[in-house]
């Protein structure tokens, strides 16, 4: 085996193990992700009893995850280095992508999770309450929407906090961010070149009830993504090229 695969099988190792460590802290906050569940189902709660026919309208997980995103964001890197346990972490030789990618994709598990919870809670008091299941479909959709719009969030805010470091900068300017590609995406109604330019263009759709062909719900799952990748790649290109002292 030669040295360059030796050398990728470490990192793949390396950046499963941060994953792993950085779920199971997160995890050990169960109060706080289960308050949130909370939230959400009632929530859901709130949309079913106010629209019995169309419950996923008033479904909040994706709204929530607009504020959540740049939330538990900020503790990828913004809250490490005020804790001052980021520089720790780069001098354990830990590659930084991998910290990035590691808490990154952790979070996006956990939220992952509280999604599930919800739909699930939503689904059995529709149940209840209409003696029926929700659409798999609009559910499946809704599910998608709402862990795509927290990948987002979170992989802007890891971006912002990468070159800001402090919590308070990089939520104000996340959160600035994050209306300004809003606004681009309600664009969509004069200008619909310019509402591809917002990752929020591909969820919006996809938390309603609006009709969408299987092609059209892809495509949009597929362009979320990429916005993700790319913001989170590029929070790495820019966490890269800092300089140690600075951490």
């Known amino acids: 085996m030669n040295e360059l695969k030796i050398r990728s099988m470490k990192r793949t190792m390396t ?3 941060v994953i792993r460590t950085e779920f199971q802290l997160y995890a050990q906050k169960i109060r706080f992700f289960l308050i949130i569940s909370f939230v959400v189902a009632i929530t859901s709660l709130a949309g079913i009893i106010v629209e019995i026919d169309d419950p996923l309208r008033l479904f909040m997980p994706q709204a929530l995850a607009y504020y959540l995103g740049i939330f538990i964001g900020l503790s990828v890197i913004s ?3 005020e804790n001052k346990t980021l520089t720790a972490l780069v001098l354990r030789a830990i590659p930084r992508r991998t910290i990035i990618i590691g808490k990154s994709v ?3 598990l956990i939220y992952t999770m509280i ?3 919800s739909l699930i809670v939503a689904d059995i008091i529709f149940l209840a309450l209409s003696g029926n299941h929700y659409n798999v479909v609009l559910l499946f ?3 998608a929407s709402s862990v795509l719009t927290a990948f987002i969030m979170i992989s802007l805010t890891v ?3 990468s070159y800001f470091l402090k919590m308070v900068p990089t939520a104000v300017a996340s959160f600035v961010i994050f209306l300004l590609l809003i606004l681009l995406s309600i664009g969509a109604t004069f200008a619909p070149i310019v509402a591809y330019s917002s990752p929020f263009f ?3 759709d996809l938390g309603t009830p609006i009709p969408m062909t299987p092609q059209e719900i892809i495509i949009s799952i597929i362009g ?4 993700a990748v790319i913001f989170l790649g590029l929070a790495i290109l820019f966490f890269e090229k800092r300089e140690l002292e600075n951490l």
């Open 79 to 81: 809250e490490d280095y």
């Open 159 to 161: 971006l912002v906090s």
């Open 141 to 143: 959709r809704a599910f």
């Open 224 to 227: 979320a993504l990429i916005y």
């Open 15 to 17: 950046t499963f193990t």
């Open 106 to 108: 952790s979070l996006v």
């Open 115 to 117: 999604t599930i919870i």
């Open 202 to 204: 591909y969820v919006t």
